[in-house]
C-alpha cells in the first residue's frame, strides 16, 4: 500500500478569538505545510514568539514562525493585497523572511480590492450596519458569488485590467458615499471621497509584489500529500459565524466548518485525519449577534477582561474592542463538535478560570419554548428564545500558569476537565494555562 499524507484541521468552535493561533504555531512544527483556507484580513490570530515577542497575523498562515514549513494562502481566502504586503513588511522586520519556497497564494483566491471596503464602510455607516469590521470580507465574497470578482492570476497576466477595475469600482463607490451623506437623518462622521487613481496606484503596487507567490496551490497540496506530506489546515473565525451552521445572520461571508476545508484549498476528504477543535475556557464574541449565557456583572467583566494592555486581554485582535463574555456553552459546543466531527479539542485560558470566583457555571444545555435541549438551535432568532441551563463545579484556588502535566493540576480542575470531555464525548488534548509556546499540558 502506498503511503500518503494526512490532514490536521484546526477550527474554533465557538465565536472566534478562542486561541487557534498558539495551537496552529504550535502543531506547525509536526507538520510540512500550514493553509489557511478561508476569510481575510478580519481574522486575527496572535502568536508568541520564541523571545517573548507578540506576533499579530490577520491572512499570513500561522507556520510563518517555522522556517521548515510551507505556508498556503488558499483559494477560498479572500486576498487584500496592501494588507498581505504589509503583514509580510512586519514579519521580516521581526526576522521572517518570507519568499517562494515559503508562501504560496492560490491563483484562484479573490483579490478584495479597495471598493469592497468603501462598500462595507457605506454599509456600516446606515441602519443596515452589521458591526463589521469594515475590512470589505462581505462585498468581495458577495463578488465572487455574484461571479464579478476578479482572482490573484490577474496580477500576472493582466494588471492594467486590474488597475481598471479599481478605478471604475471607487469611482462607484464615491457616488454611493455621497448619497449617505447627504442623507439628513443619519448619525455619524462623513465618509471621505477616495482618489480613485490614488487608490489604483496604491493597489496594483502591493498587488505587483504578490504576483510571485501566485500558483495553482490546489494541484500542489494535492501532490504533497499523495508524496505523503502532512499539511495543517488552518481555520479563520469560528463555528457560530459559519455562514451555513452558524448564528444567521450575525455571521461571516465563508465556511468556517470543516467543509470550507475540502472547497477553501481542493483537496479531497479522504485525507482528513485529525480535527482539532479550540475552546475557550471563557468564550467571547465582537460584535452583534444572541448570547444566551452572556455575564452581565461589571465586577466579573473587569476581572475576565484582564489587563487592557497585555496580550492576552479579552480584546479583539483586529477591532481593539473589549469581548463580550459568558460561561462555558456545552450546548453550542456539542452542535460544533457534531458538525465538524472533532476527534479532540484544545481547550485554552484554563488560567483564567480561576477569575470566576469560589464556582464556575457552565451552560450544559437550554429551555426553548418548554423544551430542554441539549444541543443549541440551528439560527439566531431560535437562541435568543432560548435560556441557558447552568450547573455549578467548584472552582480551585492555585495558580495553574505553571503546570505542565495534567496529574498536577488541582483536582477541583482534573474535575473540570474531566467534567467538559464526558459531557462532550471528545478527549481534551491540549490545555493552554498560558499564552506563551511553552505554556501547554499535553494529553496523549
Known sequence: MV????????????????????????????????????????????????????????????????????????NGVVVDAVHLVGEIETAAKKGIELDEGRLMISSAAHLLLPEHKSRDEIREAGKDAQGSTKSGISPAYSDKAFRSGVRVEIINNDIDGLHRKIVEGVEKTNEDRERVNKDKERQGKELVLLDPLQEADTYVA???????????????????????????????????????????????????????????????????????????????????????????????????????????????????????????????????????GSTELALTKLDWVLRYGDTIPICTGYERKGKQLEVSPDAAYKLRQSSPILTELPNWTEDVSGVRKFRDLPKEAQGYINFLEEQTEVPITMIGVGQRRDQVIVRK
Open 3 to 74: 503511503e500518503t499524507g494526512s490532514v490536521t484541521a484546526i477550527l474554533g468552535e465557538q465565536r472566534g478569538d478562542e486561541g487557534k493561533g498558539r495551537f496552529s504555531d504550535m502543531l506547525a512544527a509536526e507538520h510540512d505545510i500550514v493553509a489557511r483556507f478561508n476569510g481575510g484580513s478580519n481574522a486575527g490570530h496572535t502568536i508568541v514568539l520564541e523571545d517573548g515577542r507578540e506576533h499579530k497575523l490577520h491572512l499570513l498562515p500561522s507556520g510563518i514562525t517555522n522556517p521548515h514549513t510551507m505556508n498556503v494562502i488558499g
Open 206 to 340: 502591493a498587488a505587483l509584489q504578490l504576483g510571485r507567490f501566485s500558483t495553482d496551490t490546489t494541484l500542489y497540496l494535492n501532490r504533497r500529500l499523495k508524496a505523503g506530506d502532512r499539511v495543517l489546515a488552518e481555520g479563520a473565525q469560528a463555528f457560530l459565524l459559519d455562514l451555513d451552521h452558524g448564528m444567521y445572520d450575525a455571521v461571516t461571508s465563508s465556511s468556517t466548518t470543516v467543509g470550507g476545508i475540502l472547497t477553501g484549498l481542493g483537496i479531497p476528504a479522504k485525507y482528513l485525519e485529525r480535527i482539532v477543535g479550540v475552546a475557550k475556557a471563557v468564550p467571547s464574541h465582537v460584535g452583534g449577534g444572541p448570547f444566551a449565557t452572556e455575564i452581565h456583572d461589571d465586577e466579573l467583566l473587569e476581572r475576565l477582561h484582564g489587563d487592557p494592555d497585555a496580550s492576552d486581554a479579552e480584546r479583539g485582535t483586529k477591532t481593539g474592542r473589549w469581548r463580550r463574555l459568558g460561561f462555558f456553552d456545552l450546548a453550542a459546543l456539542r452542535r460544533a463538535q457534531m458538525v465538524n
